[in-house]
C-alpha cells in the first residue's frame, strides 16, 4: 500500500485546523454574567489584569505585605500587575499571554499603549455592544453561567426579575448545600424550605423544592458542585445523604445532568482571597459509586488534579452516564490541555468536551478559546492525519460534524439523552 503523499496528509491537517477555528463554541462552564446583572460581568483591561490567576502570580514578584496589594484599588492593583508581570518580568505564563492575545485579537498593541491609553480605549464601549464583540471574536454561540442563590449579589437580580440575552444560559451552583449543609440549611430554614439542618425527609423534600424553585428560575441546564479532593461517595458524611436523599432524585425529576467538579481545597493561602484556592489528587471511586449506582442519572465531571485525567476517562468509558469536560482551572495550560486531549480522544473517541474557559472576565473569551483551537485543532489534525495513513480520508463534512459535536454538540446530545 503506498502512503500517501506528505502534502495530501499536510492540506488535510491544515483544513481540520482551519475548521476548529472558525467552529462555533458553546462554553459550557463560565463565571461570566448576563450583561443584565451590570457590574458583575465583569471586562477591561483593570478586571482582565486583576484576575485572580494574575494576582497570585503577581505575588510572587511582590514583597509588600497582602493586605497593602488589596487595600489598592483595582486600577492600582493592575498597575502592580503590569508593572509585576509585564514590565519587570516577560508575561510567558499562560494567563500573562492571554491578556496579550486579547489585547493583540482587539486590534491593540500594548506595547504603544500605557495603562491609562488602554483605560480610555475600553471606556469607550458600551457593554451590550462589548459583549457582541467579545462573543463574536470568540466565534461562541452560547455559554453557561455559573449561577449560585447562596451569592447574595447575584440572587437579587434573579428575584427581581429581567429580560435574558439568550446566549447566557444558567447552572445552578450548590456547593454550599453539600459541602456547608449547616450554613446551607440556615439559609434555607430563612427562605422558608427546611426547619432545621436535621437530616430528616421533611427537610430533604425541602431541599428539593429550593433546587426546583431556583432550577424554574434560572432555566438551569445542569446542577453543579466543587468538591474537596477528600470527597468521598458513599460514605457517612451529610454530603452522602444529601447527593441520595436530595441532588440525585432532583435532577432525575427535572432531567438535569449532575455535574460534579473534584480536586478544589478552598483557601489554602486565604490571605490570596480568591487566589487561594489549591488543589489535590482525587479518588475517583466516588465518581465510579455514583455512575454505578445511579444509572437513571447523568454526571457531568471535570477533575482538578493532572494526575487524575487518565484514570477520569477510564471511568467515563465504564460509565456511558457520565460525561468528561474541560481542562479546568490549574489544567487549563497548552501543555496539559494538549495531553488530556489526546487521552481523550484516544480513549473516548468524540464522547466528551475538550474545553470550557471558566472565564471571569468576558474579555477571556477571546484568548482561552483562541489559546484553546489552537492546541486541540493541532491534536485532531494529527488524529485524523493518523486514521489517513490507516487509509480512512475523513471528509470535510465528517470533520465539521465531528468538531461541532466536541464544542458542544456532545454536551447538548448528552444533556438530552
Ligand atoms: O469552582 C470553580 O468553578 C472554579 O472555576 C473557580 O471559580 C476558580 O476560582 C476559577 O475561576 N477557576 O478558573
Ligand atoms: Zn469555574
Given at each position: 500500500m503506498t502512503l500517501p503523499a506528505d502534502s495530501r496528509l499536510d492540506d488535510l491537517a491544515a483544513r481540520v485546523e482551519r475548521i476548529v477555528a472558525s467552529a462555533p463554541?458553546?462554553?459550557?462552564?463560565?463565571?461570566?454574567?448576563?450583561p443584565a446583572f451590570g457590574p458583575l460581568l465583569l471586562w477591561g483591561i483593570d478586571d482582565l489584569l486583576v484576575y485572580h490567576y494574575l494576582v497570585a502570580e503577581a505575588f510572587r514578584q511582590l514583597r509588600e505585605p497582602y493586605e497593602d496589594f488589596w487595600r489598592l484599588d483595582k486600577s492600582a492593583q493592575a498597575d502592580r500587575v503590569w508593572d509585576a508581570l509585564f514590565v519587570r518580568n516577560s508575561p510567558v505564563s499562560e494567563s500573562c499571554r492571554g491578556?496579550?492575545?486579547?489585547?493583540?485579537?482587539?486590534?491593540?498593541d500594548p506595547r504603544r499603549h500605557d495603562l491609562p491609553s488602554l483605560r480610555k480605549w475600553f471606556a469607550a464601549w458600551k457593554t451590550p455592544d462589548y459583549v457582541d464583540r467579545c462573543l463574536n471574536l470568540a466565534n461562541l454561540r452560547g455559554i453557561l453561567m455559573t449561577n449560585s442563590p447562596f451569592d447574595d449579589e447575584e440572587r437579587p437580580v434573579w428575584e427581581g426579575g429581567f429580560t435574558r440575552d439568550t446566549?447566557?444560559?444558567a447552572a445552578l451552583r450548590i456547593d454550599p448545600l453539600l459541602v456547608a449543609w449547616p450554613d446551607a440549611a440556615a439559609r434555607l430554614a430563612q427562605w422558608g424550605y427546611v426547619s432545621s439542618a436535621d437530616l430528616n425527609q421533611a427537610n430533604f423534600d425541602g431541599a428539593r423544592r429550593f433546587l426546583a424553585d431556583w432550577a424554574r428560575k434560572i432555566s438551569a441546564r445542569y446542577v453543579m458542585v466543587s468538591l474537596p479532593p477528600s470527597f468521598r461517595y458513599p460514605d457517612t458524611s451529610p454530603t452522602t445523604r444529601l447527593i441520595d436523599e436530595v441532588v440525585l432524585p432532583f435532577c432525575r425529576e427535572h432531567g438535569l445532568p449532575f455535574a460534579l467538579m473534584p480536586g478544589v481545597k478552598r483557601a489554602v493561602n486565604p490571605a490570596l482571597r480568591l487566589?487561594?484556592?489549591g488543589m489535590g489528587?482525587?479518588?475517583?471511586?466516588?465518581?465510579?459509586?455514583l455512575c454505578s449506582a445511579n444509572p437513571a442519572n447523568r454526571f457531568l465531571a471535570t477533575v482538578l488534579s493532572r494526575e487524575n485525567q487518565h484514570e477520569l476517562c477510564v471511568v467515563a468509558r465504564k460509565f456511558r452516564n457520565l460525561h468528561i469536560f474541560g481542562c479546568w482551572w490549574f489544567t487549563n495550560i497548552p501543555l496539559v490541555i494538549d495531553e488530556m486531549t489526546r487521552l481523550r480522544l484516544e480513549l473516548l473517541g468524540l464522547s466528551f468536551t475538550p474545553q470550557h474557559s471558566d472565564a471571569r472576565v468576558l474579555d477571556q473569551v477571546i484568548y482561552k478559546w483562541d489559546h484553546?483551537?489552537?492546541?486541540?485543532g493541532s491534536v485532531l489534525a494529527e488524529k485524523y492525519v493518523d486514521l489517513a495513513r490507516s487509509g480512512w480520508w475523513v471528509t470535510e463534512d465528517e470533520i465539521r460534524r465531528d468538531v461541532s459535536a466536541l464544542f458542544g454538540g456532545a454536551f447538548e446530545s448528552f444533556c438530552q439523552s
Open positions: 463554541v458553546l462554553d459550557i462552564h463560565t463565571h461570566l454574567y448576563d491578556v496579550l492575545t486579547t489585547l493583540h485579537r482587539l486590534g491593540i446566549r447566557f444560559q487566589a487561594g484556592d489528587r482525587s479518588d475517583l471511586s466516588a465518581l465510579e459509586n484553546n483551537r489552537r492546541i486541540i
